[in-house]
């Protein structure tokens, strides 16, 4: 009997021991700063790349992009990647004078201050200049700078995807302009800007009185008296949004390659829509008659009685969330739920590797990684702060920023 018992207990330690060693093999970090600095801020874009502000002196401030020191300055902001990550710029304010960082070289402004920095799709950079009540873009481009006057702008500059196209909103008395090249398109009492397609041209919805029109260009795509969720994927092949005729709501998805636009059922609300990255594919979190669902395109998929926000991976092959059925947590991966038997909040930011049947998501001291099939977690080292996951398919890895007593770290777990 006594060997029975010590025999199941050594198979219980090796159990154990085997575990903990997978746990380690799949999750570690690496130290990134080492405190000698205090750190001010940090962040992860969604393309892989770190950032940290430390103050080197009193009130003076270095801003660090992977490893990466630039010159110290008074003042900082956050850095804009460009949306392949290849890129990155930020403003800095040294001595009185302001100037823009853009990776390797530094751009003064003269007695000027910074107004927008942007990236269109394919890494053009621009950026605007203010000066008293004027306001100059300029757009960087085959080593040649182009410039415009930009005339009481709201909100941001839009580049096409080769930065020969440009528009924007101005305000005026009577309500809002859209200019396309410096051409008045369009005047609304509320309008929007939802991008460039890959083709160039510009999508915008403006509304004037009671009704809501959708554009590309000046061409009509689309009228309804409530427009919401008005997006263009990243590679430019589709916009999607939903809109509303009287108490219904339905999703809409344009694409050049359809005969006609594709169009779902009505809903009696729709909380989140998202569009496929590069194909004419849109999910959607839609309620009709009490009961949840997920939507992709017009395909629908019971999604519990609450439900998170709704994601696509990186490479669109998966449509993903987060919901609970009567505190019995799911994920639901293309309408396909995977019941967890843990506790899961379901308005954290999650994190899903392809194809790969986990996801990652962070606690307040851990970056966590959970098999779908057992809802068996995987954890790395504890810090006093974690950021909110991402799935860096350079590296194949879920990553978050960690901070121990001012030290830097990457956190890493591997599907």
């Known amino acids: 009997m006594k060997l029975r018992i010590l025999t199941e207990y050594f198979i219980a330690m090796l159990f154990l021991a085997y575990c903990s060693s997978h746990a380690q093999n799949k999750c570690y970090s690496e130290q990134l700063l080492d405190g000698s600095e205090p750190l001010i801020a940090m962040g992860q874009d969604t393309t892989g790349h770190w950032?940290?502000?430390?103050?080197?002196?009193s009130r003076r401030y270095s801003m660090i992009i992977d490893g990466k020191k630039g010159i110290d300055a008074d003042s900082l902001n956050q850095p804009k990647f460009s949306p392949m990550g290849d890129r990155h710029a930020y403003t800095m304010l040294r001595n009185g004078i302001w100037s823009i960082h853009v990776d390797d070289s530094i751009i003064t402004l003269g007695a000027g201050r910074p107004g927008i920095l942007t990236f269109s799709r394919n890494g053009v950079f621009a950026?605007?200049?203010?000066?008293?009540?004027?306001?100059?873009?300029?757009?960087l481009k085959d080593d040649q700078t182009v410039s415009h006057i930009l005339q009481n702008r709201v909100g941001d500059v839009h580049l096409s995807f080769d930065a020969h196209n440009w528009g924007y909103v101005s305000k005026n008395a009577t309500g809002f302009v859209v200019l396309l090249n410096e051409e008045d398109i369009g005047r609304y009492d509320q309008c929007i800007i939802a991008g460039f397609m890959v083709d160039n041209a510009m999508i915008h919805a403006g509304k004037q009185g009671e009704l809501w029109r959708v554009f590309k260009n000046t061409e009509q795509l689309l009228s309804a008296p409530f427009l919401q969720h008005a997006q263009v994927n990243l590679m430019g092949t589709a916009f999607a949004c939903s809109y509303g005729m009287g108490t219904r709501m339905s999703g809409y998805l344009y694409s050049p390659d359809f005969v006609q636009p594709l169009e779902t059922s009505g809903y009696d609300r729709i909380d989140n829509i998202v569009v496929h990255p590069s194909e004419a594919l849109m999910g959607l979190i839609a309620s009709k008659s009490g009961t949840n669902y997920m939507v992709m395109n017009t395909a629908e998929y019971?999604?519990?009685?609450?439900?998170?926000?709704?994601?696509?991976?990186?490479?669109?092959?998966?449509?993903?969330?987060?919901?609970?059925s009567q505190q019995d947590p799911f994920?639901?991966?293309?309408?396909?739920k995977f019941v967890q038997k843990n506790s899961l909040d379901i308005q954290r930011p999650y994190a899903k590797a392809p194809e790969t049947g986990t996801f990652a998501y962070a606690t307040s001291s851990a970056l966590m990684m959970q098999r779908m099939s057992d809802s068996f977690t995987f954890a790395g080292m504890m810090a006093d702060y974690v950021s909110s996951p991402i799935f860096n398919h350079r590296?194949?890895?879920?990553?978050?920023l960690g901070i121990v007593n001012n030290r830097l770290f990457m956190m890493s777990c591997k599907p």
């Open 51 to 57: 950032w940290a502000v430390t103050s080197p002196f």
């Open 302 to 324: 019971d999604a519990g009685i609450h439900i998170g926000m709704i994601r696509f991976t990186h490479d669109g092959k998966e449509l993903y969330a987060l919901g609970d």
């Open 331 to 336: 994920m639901i991966v293309n309408g396909q």
């Open 395 to 400: 590296l194949g890895a879920y990553q978050s």
């Open 127 to 139: 950026y605007s200049v203010i000066d008293g009540q004027s306001e100059v873009l300029h757009i």
